[in-house]
Structure formats: structure tokens, C-alpha cells
């Protein structure tokens, strides 16, 4: 059984940087590509950022573009999302997931964590 382990979030300020964590279990970590999605009150989950298998490629949404930074550490079946210069509009619940070749989420989401930015 597949098994995501989001961690890192928290209450900052806007202009602040936070590092969010992803634990995964249950796979083939490294065959897997991965991304990085957030809902935010009231609107749908959205993928924001992707990292392929090893971590050579990557891709962003637009709005995250230039300050969020996707990594992963395959040994530690871990992927990462480097937060910078965070606005009120990064305010939601952020997910980890293997992506499809699609780029769908393809396991059953975990608790994810929550970042909330204060102006």
C-alpha cells in the first residue's frame, strides 16, 4: 500500500521561506515521477510542480514559477518543495503524488500539510 508523508508546513509571513517534505512508502521510488499540488479554500487541487524519476527535469505552474524549487532525494524515497518568497495567495493544503504519464495523481492522497501566509 501506497503511503505519502507530507510535512513542513506552517504559519509565516509573507516574504518567508518554507521547505516542505515528502515521505513516500510503498513503491518503486525512483521509477515514479512526482509532483507537488495545493488546494487552496474554496478552489480545486491543482499540480504546481513536477520532478521526473531522477530528478533532472523539472516543470512549474506559472504562479509558483521562479520562487518554489521541486527536489528529491531517492535514497530517502523523499521529495521536496523549496518555498521562497511566499504571498497570501500560496495559502492552502499542499500534497505530494506520482504523477501519470498524464500528469494525474495516480495514489490515494495523504493528510497533506497546511501553509498559511500572514500579511
Known amino acids: 500500500q501506497v503511503h505519502l508523508a507530507e510535512s513542513g508546513g506552517g504559519l509565516v509571513q509573507a516574504g518567508d521561506s518554507l521547505r516542505l517534505s515528502c515521505v513516500v512508502s510503498?513503491?518503486?521510488?525512483?521509477?515514479?515521477?512526482m509532483g507537488w499540488f495545493r488546494q487552496a479554500p474554496g478552489k480545486e487541487r491543482e499540480v504546481i510542480a513536477a520532478i521526473t524519476q531522477t530528478g533532472d527535469n523539472t516543470h512549474y505552474e506559472d504562479s509558483v514559477k521562479g520562487r518554489f524549487i521541486v527536489s528529491r532525494d531517492n535514497s530517502r524515497k523523499t521529495v521536496f518543495l523549496h518555498m521562497n518568497s511566499l504571498n497570501t495567495e500560496d495559502t492552502a493544503v499542499y500534497y505530494c503524488n506520482a504523477l501519470s504519464a498524464t500528469n494525474e495523481p495516480e495514489y490515494t492522497w495523504g493528510q497533506g500539510t497546511q501553509v498559511t501566509i500572514f500579511s
Open positions: 510503498g513503491l518503486t521510488f525512483g521509477t515514479e515521477a
